[in-house]
């Protein structure tokens, strides 16, 4: 489709999709800081790892399929936030659509895995799938499909509001820090200084909206995310596009 306006492109990005070599030493740092809780840690580590694993497993079994263009891992295991309750959500992409062929992947699809069988004409009509695969979309197979859903240039973006009342004071405080960052002072050669903290918002120009709502761009989300769920905070995701 080459009409001019929003596009979703499909990639991998590996330090997204699996934690690999970054987010081992991260999660190193935090054994050695916190032995206490190295086992829910590596726990959860090892089952995204498996479960991303049974998706490339899966996409092997299904790519020389015939009418297959892409095969995209989505939702929980992509972003990183799966639980044990989680599915395993892929999308396949199709030249066009075969009954049988559907019949025969569902049948070889894992209990656990949720499949969505899409032509690039029903892509072009679901926008807001499109924009969470823009965000979040892992290809495992096939090339990065470029789709045209408007004649406007919109962003796909997410809104998160979020709530702390459950939340201790101190570790409320931990978690304004991480999102909005702080400063201290310090003195140097009988000089007052101050040193600025950026926060996650910083980082990933997110902007606050009001007191507990984020704007980020969908692709960033799982940055707030992930940091709301390490200190317990509720939230609620509202995807937006905006121009």
């Given at each position: 489709?080459?009409k001019a ?6 990639s991998?990005n ?5 934690p ?15 032995p206490?809780?190295?086992y829910?840690i590596?726990?959860?580590f ?5 479960m991303f694993k049974?998706?490339?497993k ?9 009418r297959?263009?892409s ?8 972003r990183g ?5 989680s ?12 009954p ?5 992947i ?26 969470a695969l823009?965000?979040?979309?892992i290809?495992?197979h ?19 509001a ?8 101190s ?20 000089v007052?200084?101050?040193?600025i903290?950026p926060g ?7 902007k ?13 989300a ?13 939230w ?8």
């Amino acid at each position: 489709m080459s009409k001019a306006g929003l596009s979703a492109i499909f990639s991998m990005n590996w330090k997204k999709c699996v934690p690999a070599r970054f987010m081992v030493l991260v999660k190193t740092v935090q054994l050695m800081k916190e032995p206490w809780r190295s086992y829910p840690i590596l726990k959860n580590f090892l089952r995204h790892l498996y479960m991303f694993k049974d998706a490339v497993k899966f996409t092997q079994q299904i790519k020389d399929i015939d009418r297959i263009l892409s095969v995209v891992l989505f939702g929980s295991v992509a972003r990183g936030e799966y639980d044990r309750e989680s599915d395993v959500d892929i999308l396949i992409i199709y030249s066009d659509k075969d009954p049988e062929i559907i019949k025969k992947i569902n049948h070889l699809a894992p209990e656990n895995f949720q499949i969505l069988h899409l032509t690039l004409d029903d892509l072009a009509e679901e926008p807001t799938l499109a924009g969470a695969l823009s965000g979040e979309g892992i290809l495992l197979h096939g090339k990065p499909v470029t789709l045209s859903l408007s004649n406007e240039d919109l962003k796909s973006q997410m809104i998160i509001a979020y709530d702390t009342t459950d939340l201790e004071r101190s570790i409320r405080s931990k978690l304004y820090r991480a999102l909005y960052g702080g400063s201290s002072t310090y003195y140097k050669g009988g000089v007052k200084k101050k040193k600025i903290y950026p926060g996650i918002l910083d980082k990933i120009k997110a902007k606050k909206l009001a007191k507990s709502v984020i704007l980020v761009e969908r692709h960033n989300a799982p940055e707030i995310t992930k940091t709301l769920s390490y200190y317990h905070a509720k939230w609620k995701e509202i995807p937006v596009w905006t121009y």
